[in-house]
Nanobody, 120 residues
Framework: QVQLVESGGGLVQAGGSLRLSCVAS????????MGWYRQAPGKQRELVAT????????NYADSVRGRFTISRDNAKNTVYLQMNTLKPEDTAVYYC?????????????WGQGTQVTVSS
């Protein structure tokens, strides 16, 4: 069984920073693309950032480009999201996603989410 567990969310003032972490554990043979998504109240889940297997390629939503940085540590099965210059509109539940080769083949996995609240 594979699990993704996020951490690092919290309450921060506008202009502040947070660093999210997501650790994958379980019967993992390989982890390919990883990413972060978020869902604000009353809105659909949206992509925030993705990172390739090696970490050499990243992709960001226009709304966070230049403020957020995604990275990964393959030795630790971990993906990070460094969030700087946070704005109230960044308030959402942030979810980690990963495409993982496990015992039963490829699957997309999601974490349980971590709340980020930015006060004005």
């Amino acid at each position: 069984q594979v699990q993704l567990v996020e951490s690092g969310g919290g309450l921060v003032q506008a202009g502040g920073s947070l660093r999210l972490s997501c650790v994958a554990s379980g019967s993992i043979e390989s982890i390919y693309g990883m990413g972060w998504y978020r869902q604000a109240p009353g809105k659909q889940r949206e992509l925030v950032a993705t990172i390739s297997t090696s970490g050499s390629t990243t992709n960001y939503a226009d709304s966070v480009r230049g403020r957020f940085t995604i990275s990964r540590d393959n030795a630790k099965n971990t993906v990070y999201l460094q969030m700087n210059t946070l704005k109230p509109e960044d308030t959402a539940v942030y979810y980690c996603n990963a495409r993982i080769l496990g015992r039963f083949g490829w699957s997309d996995y999601w974490g349980q989410g971590t709340q980020v609240t930015v006060s004005s």
